[in-house]
């Protein structure tokens, strides 16, 4: 019996489902600060963090750090896998992307929430 080892513990649908749904959401994130840089005359501070101290903007910027740090893992996965052959190195990879995707959500929830 021959087992894909690719095929260990990962759904390949359920990550093509999450990259698009993960790339969708970011990428109306991203044209979101774009329109609003591109209709706001004057950028100031105040202006900037008045944009990002209401509820709406503050959910839909954790919901674009989530999908960040979702879309890189499987990614960083998905690329791992093709072009590096040592799993060990494969392991490292995965949990040096995972730690750094932890760090920048816990540091975007103390930025968005924190003081």
């Known amino acids: 019996m021959d087992v894909n080892p690719a095929a260990i513990k990962r759904n390949g649908i359920q990550d093509f489902i999450s990259l698009r749904a993960t790339g969708l959401i970011l990428a109306a994130y991203s044209l979101c600060i774009v329109g609003f840089i591109l209709t706001t005359p004057d950028m100031t501070y ?15 910027t954790l919901l674009a750090l989530c999908c960040v740090s979702i879309h890189a893992r499987i990614g960083m996965w998905q690329v791992a896998t093709d072009y590096i052959k040592n799993a060990r190195a494969r392991a490292v990879l995965a949990f040096f992307v995972s730690v750094l995707s932890f760090v920048y959500v816990a540091a975007g929830l103390f930025v968005l929430w924190g003081a």
């Open 46 to 60: 105040e202006i900037w963090k008045g944009a990002f101290s209401g509820l709406p903007m503050k959910i839909f």
